[in-house]
């Protein structure tokens, strides 16, 4: 079956400090990937979307930028975190005409 | 562009009673699929029911099922005999099938399960 991992689950970095969020699929090849920001009470906002290794599109200009080194590997990362940059971050695979799937998550607090 | 919209950011229902939340969407596709997720105070997201574009059918799992109008680009869902364990977020996500297979969200509605 397949698994969606993320990590950490919860960071707290200072303004200005770098990020990296990991998230690996396991039991599935060539997915297509996806990392969301969710602000508190809110809905979920699609950040970037990779249909394949090295291939990535942005759907919002931001601070963040986002990496696929492997098929199943997909890393936000920012050089400079912003107080604006807080919130929870949600990485989802789907493959083919699926419904998406959803890892735990990660919130991040920047201070 | 391609929209959804939840109207409802809030809602309630008693324990055992029935709940309809409203989701409508724009889009120019003909050929989509439409889901509602779960967001329980754990923030997993978790599927509650799936709908092609093509059925004319209404999808159904188990207490929840969904009234699709296509020519109305609405899609509620509807929880039958509620339960406290149904307290969370949802999502109505619409998705088509250009490349990358994108996801378009509602804004939510809060349902809360009163005892």
């Known amino acids: 079956s397949q698994t969606i991992h993320q990590w950490p689950a919860t960071l707290v970095q200072p303004v200005g400090s770098p990020l990296s969020l990991e998230c690996t699929v396991e039991g599935t090849s060539n997915p297509n990937l996806y990392w969301y920001r969710q602000a508190a009470g809110r809905g979920l906002q699609l950040l970037f979307y990779?249909?394949?290794?090295?291939?990535i599109s942005s759907e919002v200009p931001q601070n963040l930028s986002a990496s696929r080194p492997q098929d199943r590997q997909f890393i936000l990362s920012s050089k400079k975190l912003l107080l604006s940059d807080s919130g929870f971050y949600l990485c989802?695979?789907?493959?083919?005409?699926?419904?998406?799937?959803f890892g735990p998550g990660t919130r991040l607090t920047v201070l | 562009a391609q929209t959804v919209t939840q109207s409802q950011p809030e809602m309630s229902v008693q324990e055992a009673e029935t709940v309809t939340l409203s989701c409508t969407y724009d889009?120019?596709?003909?050929?989509?699929?439409l889901f509602w997720y779960k967001q329980p105070p754990s923030r997993q997201m978790i599927l509650v029911i799936r709908?092609?574009?093509?059925?004319?059918q209404n999808a159904t799992e188990n207490r929840f099922s969904v009234n699709f109008q296509k020519a109305a680009k609405s899609f509620s869902l509807k929880i039958s005999d509620s339960q406290l364990g149904d307290t969370a977020m949802y999502f109505c996500a619409f998705m088509t099938l250009f490349t990358g297979n994108q996801f378009y969200f509602g804004t939510g509605t809060s349902l809360t399960v009163i005892p």
């Open positions: 709908q092609e574009a093509y059925k004319q």
């Open positions: 889009t120019s596709e003909s050929n989509y699929y």
């Open positions: 989802a695979w789907t493959q083919g005409q699926n419904e998406q799937f």
């Open positions: 990779s249909v394949g290794i090295g291939q």
